[in-house]
């Protein structure tokens, strides 16, 4: 079975500026993928960021970037400028190409932004 | 486009009742995935539905359950509820299943046992 690792319960970033959330993961697979869920107060999940196991290049979305190394096993978040909004429970998760649509996640890591 | 929606959003209920929660996808979507939240043991995946059954099933007892129906639409149930059982019941919707489809996540239902 997969397992996420979060192993930052809780971070802290100036508004503008930037952090970078870390996630780690076990699996036998070579191919699955993998994703940045943020959770507001509000409740939703809402993805951030997916990355493509096959492909070497990291996927961006406008200031949010990750940092995928898989022999690591390594799959960081990078949130450039910093905004309040970014504030929330941001989630990692791992998704098997051989098991539907079960998502396997990190424990979280509670990300605030202080102005 | 209507998103995920997750009915009621907030319940109260007694240990040893029964609870049915209900999760009505984005139009066109026909698979469904439920999942438990709670602060001790995190995300935790329930089961997933497609096209009225079931594909994938975590790792809790049998007094989990779930359904789903022609219009797509799915409900679980919990009976006999222990106090464990509190926590944010999350669905998500995606028009098929396998890893190259897209994933909506709803509000949740926050189940509280009393």
């Known amino acids: 079975a997969q397992t996420v690792t979060q192993s930052q319960p809780e971070m802290s970033v100036q508004e503008a500026e930037t952090v970078t959330l870390s996630c780690t993961y076990d699996t036998s697979e070579s191919d699955y993928y993998l994703f940045w869920y943020k959770q507001p107060p509000s409740r939703q999940m809402i993805l951030v960021i997916r990355q493509e196991a096959y492909k070497q290049q990291n996927a961006t979305e406008n200031r949010f970037s990750v940092n995928f190394q898989k022999a690591a096993k390594s799959f960081s978040l990078k949130i450039s400028d910093s905004q309040l909004g970014d504030a929330a429970m941001y989630f990692c998760a791992y998704r098997s190409i051989n098991a539907g649509n079960m998502l396997t996640f990190g424990g979280g890591t509670r990300l605030m932004v202080k102005p | 486009k209507a998103g995920v929606t997750q009915t009621p959003r907030y319940l109260i209920k007694t240990r040893g009742q029964q609870v049915t929660l209900s999760c009505s996808p984005i139009s066109g979507h026909r698979s469904v995935s439920w999942y438990q939240q709670t602060p001790g043991q995190g995300l935790q995946f329930l089961f997933e539905y497609f096209s009225e059954t079931q594909r994938n099933k975590g790792n809790f007892p049998g007094r989990f359950s779930g359904r789903q129906f022609s219009n797509s639409r799915s409900e679980m149930n919990v009976s006999t509820l222990e106090l464990g059982d509190s926590a944010l019941y999350l669905c998500?919707?995606?028009?098929?299943?396998?890893?190259?489809?897209?994933?909506?996540f709803g509000s949740g239902t926050r189940l509280t046992v009393v």
């Open positions: 998500a919707s995606s028009r098929g299943t396998g890893a190259t489809y897209g994933y909506t």
